[in-house]
């Protein structure tokens, strides 16, 4: 039975783990989030942080790998880890779809572009080859590859990284999903034609009021469409709001390094990039207290040893913004980062002058 | 005046294009780059940007020569290296390094990181063998990895260190030019600071050239003083950054400035004003007569369609290819102005 209550999707306690030789890797450690039709929800953090197994798992990929997976994943009242691989297979490419972030490898060489394309109609739709080629060509010309009608028929090689990268955008929206995963759709694009991708992915899902599961690491992307963002380091959440609130006032010390460490297009130029230090923990052993610690500029303010022994719990701190960090006064953030740009801007100006 | 270390006249990169059936018949060319010129001194850096497919990474494998241009020069040291057969080539390979924008494709799996970073020693024969595994922990050492990761495979590493494998690979010749195609793009937010910070490290310890492709317009302006943006196989413009990004003069400079997002503006709260370029993308195997950027231009006239603008100084620094640039100086505001779409 539908459940109305309940979200357009409700991830609720997500957790996969790849056995491998070396031991279990945690890939996702209990994540919940929630997403309604019509809503962009931004999902960041670092590599390997397990933003793509994540969600992955919501087109039942897993099923495919070694992977162990619990928890559920409520989709329009239905729980995807409990259907079949039938029922799986008619939903994924049709009500869910993904682009992949690697358009590459997920492109086949030796077939034609259109070819590839019109598969993926083909697989959800009786149709002729000559409407599903029609169909292609109009969805190449949507995403902006110039004279669709011919270049339908080119190799994928034949194609520069970003129109490979539109490929793909064109063969996900093919079948008009209700859920949409990009998994690092814009990263190989030039800022022109990702702010039309994002225009045209934001269009679609005005039309087909389709929710939205960006996966991006560039913050701007974030700041541009998302609604909601959830951050991700090491399998977890550690911080989850609304994108507003999540860019203006960043309450998990990870959070604030990944908004201090990328450049802007009207700061000063003079001045090395910040970048966060060190590397992210092994998720095959992962430590018993915050996975950032040690990479953390705060927790010497955080009393006792609680950073290195205690994994901090995912909790408010305000109405709908949860943060994974036992910092309670998260206002030194902001002190620290005001003053190292009023230092960094003054250098600037007295070596210009 | 010296010679600058490189100089590039006029290059042109035509592709055929084959038609589909058993025989295959040249229907016509991608104009992928189509005839840019820029020069590169020692220890500069030179910023690409341009929409997807214009022709940035062709002409980064065009100067490491790892495409024959169709026309054009291509001057290093002042000698024309666009034609020189592979055994010219040689010397100059070590000279000329490219960085790969995928650390996750461009390292052979199946060989050690020593391997991969040693292969150019081995191939040039230029440091004893006894002496090379030194010299390779060395590099490590350079790119901030350990010299014990000497044994390791390119799988156990992180993307951020695959590039700065790929970075050490591309120094191991102690090269004079760096084409870095997307370096960081495919690399954490983090991660993207720490090898910037280290290219730019490398770059005043070993006064290497780069050319530095990306489409990232906040790490371009951070990296490079200098920029050029391509716009189907041309450069439409080239001035220094705080030009550039202050005061753009080619309308699609503009634009490419205008949809750059920018967190800071949105956290500041301001609802940032896009230029959309509407319009297809024009096709670089047919591409517009006069200016190229004329179809999607909301400024473009008559002339526009029937004279190419030339690249030159239009008031200020820099150079820009546009009959009717933007943000010139007052001596030339006899500019037409008009806000009317009469483009095609
Ligand atoms: N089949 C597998 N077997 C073992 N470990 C795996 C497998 N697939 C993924 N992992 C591990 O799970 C973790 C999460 O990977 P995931 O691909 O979700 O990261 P991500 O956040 O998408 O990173 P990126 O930004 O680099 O794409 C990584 O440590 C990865 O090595
Ligand atoms: N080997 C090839 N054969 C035919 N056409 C090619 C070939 N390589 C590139 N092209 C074409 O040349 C044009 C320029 O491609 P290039 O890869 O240089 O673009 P780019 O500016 O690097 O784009 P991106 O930002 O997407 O990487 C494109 O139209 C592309 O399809
Ligand atoms: S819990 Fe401690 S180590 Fe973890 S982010 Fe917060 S302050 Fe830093
Ligand atoms: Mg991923
Ligand atoms: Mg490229």
């Known amino acids: ?353 | 005046m010296a010679a600058p270390l490189l100089e590039v006249k006029d290059l042109v990169m035509h592709f055929p294009v084959k038609s589909r059936g058993v025989i295959s018949q040249t229907l016509g060319q991608v104009k992928a780059v189509d005839g840019i010129s820029f020069t590169l001194n020692a220890g500069q850096s030179l910023g690409l940007v341009g929409e997807s497919g214009c022709g940035k990474t062709t002409t980064g494998r065009l100067i490491t020569r790892l495409h024959k241009p169709t026309s054009g020069q291509i001057l290093f040291e002042g000698e024309d290296i666009a034609n020189a057969s592979p055994r010219q080539l040689k010397p100059i390979r070590r000279d000329i390094q490219m960085i790969f924008q995928d650390p996750y494709t461009s390292l052979n799996p199946r060989q050690t990181v020593g391997e991969i970073i040693g292969a150019p020693l081995v191939i040039h024969n230029l440091v004893p063998k006894n002496k090379r595994l030194a010299r390779v922990q060395e590099l490590l050492e350079i790119v901030g990895l350990s010299p014990e990761h000497y044994n390791r495979y390119p799988h156990e590493f992180s993307g951020g260190q695959r590039q700065r494998i790929g970075i050490a690979r591309a120094l191991t010749l102690q090269p004079k030019v760096l084409v870095a195609d997307e370096p960081v793009s495919a690399l954490d937010v983090s991660i993207q600071a720490q090898v910037i910070n280290l290219m730019q490290d490398l770059q005043k310890e070993f006064n290497i050239a780069f050319l530095f492709i990306a489409h990232d317009l906040a790490i371009v302006r951070h990296f490079c003083p200098e920029i050029a943006v391509m716009y189907l196989g041309k450069i439409v413009e080239q001035a220094p950054r705080e030009q550039l990004y202050s005061a753009p003069k080619h309308p699609y400079t503009k634009a490419l400035l205008s949809a750059a997002p920018d967190i800071q503006q949105v956290i500041a709260g301001g609802r940032r004003e896009r230029i959309r370029l509407t319009g297809d993308v024009p096709s670089p195997i047919n591409p517009p007569s006069g200016c190229p950027f004329r179809t999607r231009c909301w400024k473009a006239q008559d002339i526009c369609a029937t004279m190419p603008p030339p690249l030159e100084p239009k008031g200020g620094a820099g150079i820009v290819a546009c009959h009717f640039p933007e943000n010139t100086s007052p001596e030339d505001a006899n500019t037409p102005v008009s806000t009317a779409r009469n483009a095609a």
């Open chain 1, 1 to 353: 039975m539908p459940d109305i209550s309940r979200p357009f999707l409700s991830v609720e306690n997500l957790t996969v783990n790849f056995p491998t030789p070396d031991g279990i890797v945690h890939a996702t450690e209990s994540l919940s989030y929630t997403l309604e039709r019509g809503k962009t929800l931004g999902i960041v953090g670092e590599s390997g942080s397990g933003k793509s197994v994540s969600s992955s798992a919501i087109l039942g990929l897993h099923r495919y790998s070694n992977a162990i997976v619990s928890g559920q994943i409520w989709l329009d009242g239905t729980d995807l880890l409990q259907i079949s691989d039938n029922d799986m297979r008619l939903k994924r490419g049709k009500e869910v779809a993904m682009i992949f972030q690697d358009p590459l490898s997920a492109l086949h060489p030796y077939y034609r572009v259109g070819d590839q394309i019109a598969e993926a109609y083909r697989a959800h739709n009786t149709v002729t080859k000559k409407a599903a080629r029609a169909r292609t060509i109009e969805m190449l010309a949507r995403v902006g590859i110039p004279q669709p009608d011919r270049r339908v028929d080119d190799y994928p090689h034949q194609f520069s990284g970003g129109m490979r990268q539109r490929v793909m955008i064109a063969m996900a929206l093919i079948n008009d999903p209700t859920l949409l995963i990009a998994d690092e759709p814009t990263t190989a694009l030039d800022v022109t034609v990702q702010a039309q991708i994002l225009d045209l992915l934001q269009d679609l899902q005005r039309e087909f009021n389709t929710a939205l599961i960006m996966i991006t690491h560039d913050l701007g992307v974030i700041a541009e469409v998302a609604d909601d963002v959830l951050v991700m380091y090491a399998g977890r959440a550690v911080e989850y709001g609304s994108a507003r609130a999540l860019l203006t006032k960043p309450s998990m010390p990870y959070t604030w390094g990944l908004i201090q460490s990328v450049p802007d297009v009207t700061g000063p130029v003079d001045r090395p990039l910040r970048p966060i230090p060190g590397s992210p923990p092994s998720l095959v052993q992962p430590p018993a207290g915050c996975a950032f610690f040690g990479r953390c500029a705060f927790s010497s303010l955080v009393p006792g040893d609680r950073c290195a022994h205690e994994l901090p719990e995912l909790l408010p701190i305000e109405a709908g913004h949860l943060k994974r960090c036992h910092l309670e006064d998260v206002s030194v953030m902001y002190a620290e980062s005001v003053e190292a740009d009023r230092v960094d801007t003054a250098t600037v100006e007295a070596g210009a002058h």
